[in-house]
């Protein structure tokens, strides 16, 4: 009987203690759960990746210089087989030595380097919004995390009151078998339910501390088993609001991207004019037939032009526009399937305002009903079996109500989360 009681009082003051808690907010979830999770780095990452990149590119308009050399030897070489009175015609050595320093400097290149260069900035906004796009998915889990947390802490709640409410009538049963009113049974009875009740309550425990465990590793925080966690209040689904998904955002990039390429495409057929200046030492220099070392300068400039590729650019441009189809298509499907979610959370949200409504008066015919047969279990009138069910029925219709508001808040974050507000 001391232990029975023992038992009622820790369960008591576990409940005192776990309200002077700080409370969890699901805000404080989902921003800690971004602001800490791994992938976070790679937005920190890409952008060094792409300015390495576009500092590459950058010189390209800068001199590129290389230093040359050459030695070689040949089988034979350009003779003149005249043979003129008192003139002595040079020939040229069949080994050549050459050493030069060579530098190209780019004039125009068709637009080529500015277009590689958005393509590179394109491509980085695509990289970070994909990390954008893979941090807001972790969201929905954080979220299908709380809410069962919030479910099992209101499951506990419940069972908590009955706990209390089996433990006031223990007592009074107990004073009536004193008196010789009451059975022994009941009293046993009593007993049992609260047993049953303490199960309930540890597989809750466990089930919680495993959740909150979860939510912890997508935090990156050790979180307190024992905290309480605090229901979203404040909510609204607008049926008119806009849609702000990453998702949207990730389509116009690709897009972005796609039309970079189609610029880069289109340059290959301008033409490129750059300029060249080389100094060496060698034999033979540019006099071919002085067989002695000599130093030698060269300057110029080139012009290229690739004006007809045979309509390989026309067909890299239909590539890169059939490809502007499929992300078109994509974000059609993406659209389509967002609306046929945001109908379901909407529908869900209308269904749970009409079933709280109900359960609000199921609660008062039940606890009628409880009173009813709480004093006719204290006249001895009935057994305590028959006022053990009709207190489970009481807390069942408690706890489905407040289900339903927990329900009717998921879904409402559910419905702000499609569309890019949560």
């Given at each position: ?8 009082c ?7 203690a ?23 780095k790679?937005?920190d ?7 390495l990149?576009?500092?590459n590119?950058?010189?390209?308009y800068?001199?590129?210089m ?7 030897y040949q089988?034979?070489?350009t003779k ?14 069949k ?7 060579d530098?190209n400097q780019?004039?125009y290149d068709?637009?080529?380097?500015k277009a590689?260069k958005n ?7 695509i ?19 709380y809410?069962n947390i ?9 069972l908590y ?10 007592k009074?049963i ?14 046993d009875?009593?007993?049992i339910?609260?047993?049953?009740t ?8 466990n ?9 912890g ?10 905290a309480?966690?605090a ?6 689904a607008?049926?008119n ?5 990453e998702?949207?955002?990730l ?23 750059s300029?060249f200046?080389?100094?060496?030492y060698?034999?033979?220099?540019l006099?071919m037939?002085?067989?002695?070392f000599?130093d030698?300068y ?7 032009w ?10 890299d ?6 490809q502007k189809e499929?992300?078109?298509?994509q974000?059609?499907i ?32 039940r606890?009628?009903?409880v ?8 006249n001895?009138?009935?057994?305590a079996t ?12 408690i ?5 339903h508001?927990?329900?009717q808040?998921?879904a409402?974050v ?9």
């Amino acid at each position: 009987m001391k232990k029975l009681f023992l038992l009622i009082c820790l369960f008591a003051v576990f409940k005192g203690a776990a309200q002077t808690l700080d409370s969890i907010s699901l805000s404080y979830c989902l921003s800690q759960t971004v602001a800490n999770y791994p992938l976070i780095k790679q937005q920190d990452i890409y952008p060094m990746i792409a300015k390495l990149k576009i500092n590459n590119l950058d010189k390209n308009y800068l001199p590129q210089m290389s230093i040359n050399g050459l030695a070689s030897y040949q089988s034979d070489v350009t003779k003149i087989s005249i043979n003129i009175p008192g003139i002595k015609i040079p020939e040229v050595n069949k080994d050549i030595y050459k050493l030069s320093l060579d530098v190209n400097q780019t004039v125009y290149d068709g637009g080529m380097t500015k277009a590689q260069k958005n393509i590179e900035n394109a491509g980085l906004q695509i990289d970070k919004q994909n990390v954008s796009v893979s941090l807001y998915n972790l969201k929905e889990s954080v979220i299908q995390l709380y809410f069962n947390i919030l479910l099992l802490q209101e499951n506990e709640k419940q069972l908590y009151v009955v706990t209390d409410d089996l433990g006031g009538k223990l007592k009074t049963i107990e004073s009536g078998v004193r008196n010789g009113v009451q059975l022994k049974t009941n009293a046993d009875l009593i007993r049992i339910e609260i047993l049953k009740t303490k199960q309930q309550l540890d597989d809750i425990a466990n089930s919680k501390e495993a959740s909150i465990s979860m939510l912890g590793l997508f935090m990156n925080i050790q979180l307190n088993p024992k905290a309480i966690f605090a229901a979203p209040q404040n909510l609204t689904a607008p049926t008119n609001e806009t849609n702000v998904r990453e998702e949207l955002k990730l389509f116009d990039y690709q897009l972005n991207r796609l039309d970079q390429m189609k610029k880069l495409s289109t340059g290959k057929n301008l033409p490129r004019l750059s300029v060249f200046a080389q100094a060496g030492y060698g034999r033979p220099g540019l006099n071919m037939l002085d067989p002695d070392f000599n130093d030698f300068y060269m300057v110029g400039a080139r012009l290229s032009w690739n004006f007809w590729n045979w309509n390989q650019t026309k067909n890299d441009i239909k590539i890169l526009d059939y490809q502007k189809e499929l992300i078109d298509n994509q974000k059609e499907i993406f659209d389509k399937s967002l609306k046929i979610s945001l109908e379901k959370e909407l529908s869900d949200i209308q269904k749970y305002n009409e079933q709280i409504d109900e359960d609000k008066e199921i609660i008062k015919l039940r606890e009628n009903v409880v009173k009813a047969y709480s004093s006719q279990l204290d006249n001895g009138v009935i057994t305590a079996t028959d006022y053990i069910t009709q207190l489970t029925n009481k807390s069942q219709a408690i706890l489905q109500f407040e289900t339903h508001k927990l329900m009717q808040k998921r879904a409402t974050v559910n419905y702000l989360y499609l569309l890019g507000k949560f």
